[in-house]
């Protein structure tokens, strides 16, 4: 059974905190991104990877960076955290070359305060 | 800009039938996704429509017309397990990207 998983479900950080966010896939798929998903906005791309130690800035990187140091493991890390981050954030992992069809970790809810 | 516009909430009783429109204007366009995501859970994948017409799987249906720039996603025999979000999401860039819309909350009453 595919699986991502996301490391916490709910986090709570202060303002100027540095947080790490961990996904992990067990489909040993190439393409593997991050989004974060705000009321009337749906999930809107911060980074995406397409290989280890490759990434590309989607839409909305500004406050973001991203780790992908193993194939399986994508982290989004939010160097100091503010208030306007507070959001859920969803990670996604797809094969490179086959469909369409993205898999969903079951997102973590991240408030700054 | 990239853009995707859905409703931002639909009502149905059990039973009924649905329909849930997608329009968009991207730079890229290889084909046309939808996505279920019930609060709590994980988005899951319901269809992609890369040509032009109508995919059918199961009681979930998905359409598109590129001409258009114009999809949607039609729910028939509604149960009250479909109360969920839905998200129409466009794969741009080459492909390896999507750009998603605000998406639809349906709510199926008994």
């Known amino acids: 059974d595919v699986k991502v998983t996301q490391s916490s479900r709910y986090l709570v950080k202060r303002t100027g905190e540095k947080v790490f966010l961990e996904c992990v896939q067990d489909m040993d798929h190439e393409n593997m991104f991050w989004y974060r998903q705000d009321p009337g906005l749906g999930l809107r791309l911060i980074y995406f990877s397409y290989d280890v130690k490759m990434k590309e800035k989607g839409d909305i990187p500004e406050g973001y960076s991203v780790s992908r140091e193993k194939k399986e493991r994508f982290s989004l890390i939010l160097e100091s955290a503010s208030t306007n981050q507070t959001s859920m954030y969803l990670c996604?992992?797809?094969?490179?070359?086959?469909?369409?069809?993205?898999?969903f970790g079951p997102g973590t809810r991240l408030t700054v305060t | 800009g990239q853009s995707l516009e859905q409703p931002s909430e639909v009502t149905a009783v059990e039973g009924a039938i649905v329909q849930i429109n997608c329009t968009y204007q991207t730079s890229g366009f290889y084909g046309l996704s939808w996505y279920q995501h019930h609060d709590g859970g994980a988005p899951t994948f319901l269809s992609y429509?890369?040509?032009?017409g109508l995919e059918e799987t199961g009681r979930f249906s998905s359409f598109l017309s590129r001409s258009d720039s114009y999809g949607y996603l039609l729910l028939q025999e509604l149960q009250m397990k479909d109360s969920a979000s839905y998200f129409c999401?466009?794969?741009?860039?080459?492909?390896?990207?999507?750009?998603f819309g605000p998406g639809t909350r349906l709510s199926v009453l008994p």
């Open positions: 429509n890369a040509l032009d």
């Open positions: 999401a466009v794969r741009d860039r080459d492909g390896q990207n999507f750009v």
């Open positions: 996604a992992s797809k094969r490179q070359r086959e469909g369409a069809e993205q898999y």
